[in-house]
């Protein structure tokens, strides 16, 4: 709207304009310029930059990844698909595969459930609203490596806070960093510690935007708290339950900060039993082998399956939440 | 339809007849909630805030006790001040990280802010070709997963010479697609073509434009964004311990290799944790708000 109306108006300026006519048109075409290229311009600094420094490596792993390409050596001959087959018969592989998505389950179900709890507590009329809210954020500004020394100590093997608090109720200790799935647990914790109170927030917005009308239809209808949290809620604020879902597999799935830091060894234990994904790429390519066509494989690999998992989450959102809201339909029409 | 609103009791039957009517109705936006669910906002926040004050605790006390006890006590023991100074002393070059910390987290935030307005303005409000593919473009690639590009990226850095300088982890962070997004939808409504065009009709040339009617226009989007970058950058850890190494850290660089030399000695790394933590835990007391009221305007449009 703005780039079309330029030309008349500039001339419609013209009787009134002191200049002499000779410049206005000349800069009449610098502008035509101006209208013409400026967008292009303004977008170009994301677009060559994100391009050169995202897109461009991403893709390029794909390249690297069928070549032996040392950190030292440089690239070498081309390779096929062996480095696949190398990363694929390597149990260390499957390990991280297995602690990541297990890692990844452990953090985002319960921290999805907590937060839309979270959030339906804090969708009310409280007092001190911004408090609360800012209360719940804290954590987020704490860095990850941070996170992850202080709850490293939490959950130490041998004098840590969560053992001797399971000692108080007569738990025996828990081998925190020593087993598989107690590490898991004690990681998610991590992310859980980190990101509940982010979500909660994002939720609660949609849950501020869901219209009133809906709660006092449903209370006429003669609906609990709790039903109006699962018939009403829930099934409002689905958009953004996918949105949720989404961004934690994307960052999930590539979870480094946190398990590597659980020891000071960052080596993922030493059965491997908290290794992720990204820290074996980490150690293919940085560590002892220094081989990037490996690591690039297995960045390649979790690229896919992330992609994959993405939509896998995106189907299955939209079917159990677009399942809850022709029932509500239906029923409504059966009573009328 | 359904039954009268509130303000409309209180118009025909009086202010009493609407408080009932509002008492009766479950979720009513006026109620105020009891006491259970103060109680557990309150369980929830001191959940949340125990870990920090836990590293607190071992910052102020120091190994042998941490050793013996993993509460060393309930109230902060007066080593804090000891233990961050060994840390400043040591040679984890704690000053150097923090400058560093500085630098990389104020030009990548500034630079976000100014390029994703650029690019939002140009998006939310002029027309070329191309606009609508482009910016399904941008919309798409806030979900590609860029860290797992570090393999080339690397490559790349070590090509132009940049490995252990701090310009390798600035580059890649100057822009980021979520920003542009971010921008153009704040823009897309809180900028009235009218000014663009009153501006034009003055004749301001489009950058102009931007610099004096876009970029005023979109301060609060731009704080918020300004905001999440910086603490993004201050405690991004993957790309520049991979890039950097332990001459040139970052603060979260630092604290691993704080935890690599002194793991036996836990009050140390507390202190490092809660030195590295103070200036963005001041950050969320001082614009805490804006990073809640950010959180939350990007649910709704995102």
């Known amino acids: 709207m703005a780039t079309s109306t330029t030309q008349p108006r500039a001339g419609r300026q013209l009787p009134d304009s002191p200049r002499p006519p000779r410049r206005v048109g000349f800069s009449q075409t610098l502008g035509r310029w101006d209208v013409k290229v400026s967008p292009y311009l303004y977008i170009s600094p994301f677009f060559l930059l994100f391009g050169l420094t995202g897109l461009f490596p991403l893709a390029y792993t794909a390249y690297v990844s069928v070549y032996d390409w040392h950190l030292l050596g440089g690239q070498g001959d081309f390779a096929g698909f062996s480095n696949f087959a190398f990363v694929f018969q390597e149990p260390n592989f499957w390990k991280g595969l297995r602690n990541t998505f297990s890692i990844f389950l452990l953090s985002t179900i319960p921290q999805l459930m907590v937060a839309v709890v979270l959030a339906a507590v804090l969708d009310a009329n409280l007092r001190a609203k911004t408090f609360w809210r800012m209360g719940v954020l804290v954590p987020y500004v704490v860095a990850p490596v941070a996170v992850s020394l202080i709850f490293g100590k939490i959950f130490a093997d041998q004098s840590g806070l969560a053992n001797s608090l399971l000692g108080v109720i007569g738990i025996d200790p828990i081998k925190w960093h020593g087993a598989v799935l107690p590490s898991h647990i004690a990681v998610a914790t991590m992310v859980n510690f980190r990101w509940t109170g982010y979500n909660t927030l994002i939720l609660l917005a949609a849950m501020q935007a869901v219209p009133r009308e809906l709660y006092e239809a449903a209370v006429i209808d003669g609906a609990s708290r709790l039903r109006q949290f699962f018939s009403v809620t829930i099934p409002q604020i689905r958009p953004t339950v996918i949105f949720v879902v989404i961004t934690s597999t994307i960052g999930g799935l590539q979870i480094f900060d946190e398990p590597r830091l659980f020891d000071q060894l960052g080596q993922g234990g030493p059965g491997r039993q908290w290794m992720t994904v990204t820290m074996y790429i980490y150690e293919l390519g940085f560590g002892n082998q220094k081989s990037f066509g490996r690591a690039a494989a297995v960045a390649w690999v979790l690229f896919l399956i992330i992609l994959a998992v993405g939509m896998l989450n995106f189907w299955l959102t939209r079917r159990i939440a677009s399942d809850a809201t022709p029932k509500e339909a239906r029923r409504k029409k059966v009573k009328r | ?302």
Do not use: C
């Open chain 2, 1 to 302: 339809m359904s039954a009268p609103s509130v303000p409309y009791i209180r118009q025909t039957a009086g202010a009493g007849a609407a408080r009932a009517a509002q008492r009766s109705r479950g979720h009513g936006s006026e109620r105020r909630p009891g006491w259970v669910t103060y109680s557990l906002l309150t369980l929830a926040i001191l959940v949340f805030a125990s870990p920090i004050y836990y590293a607190f605790l071992l910052a102020s006390s120091d190994a042998a006790t941490i050793a013996q006890n993993p509460i060393p006590s309930l109230i902060p023991q007066s080593n804090f001040l000891e233990n961050a100074g060994k840390v400043l002393a040591s040679d984890i070059n704690f000053w150097k990280a923090l400058t560093n910390s500085v630098i990389v987290a104020v030009i990548t935030s500034v630079s976000v802010v100014l390029f994703s307005t650029l690019a939002g303005f140009s998006f939310a409000k002029l027309r070329f070709r191309g606009r609508t593919g482009l910016l399904l473009f941008v919309i798409a690639t806030t979900a590609v997963p860029t860290q797992l590009g570090i393999v080339p990226l690397f490559i790349v850095m070590a090509e132009l010479g940049w490995l252990g300088k701090l310009i390798a982890v600035i580059v890649p962070g100057l822009v980021t697609a979520f920003g542009v997004f971010w921008m153009t939808q704040y823009l897309e409504s809180a900028l009235p073509y009218e000014l663009i065009e009153a501006a034009r009709v003055d004749g301001a040339s489009m950058i102009r434009t931007f610099w004096s009617i876009a970029l005023p226009a979109a301060r609060p989007a731009a704080v918020m964004l300004g905001l999440f970058a910086f603490v993004g950058s201050w405690t991004n850890f993957f790309w520049p311990f991979i890039v950097l190494g332990s001459t040139n850290p970052t603060l979260p660089v630092a604290l691993q290799l704080l935890q690599a030399s002194y793991f036996k000695d836990m009050s140390l790394i507390m202190s490092g944790v809660v030195l590295s933590a103070i200036p963005l835990l001041i950050l969320f007391v001082v614009a805490g708000r804006q990073l809640v009221a950010g959180i939350m305007a990007g649910a709704v449009k995102g």
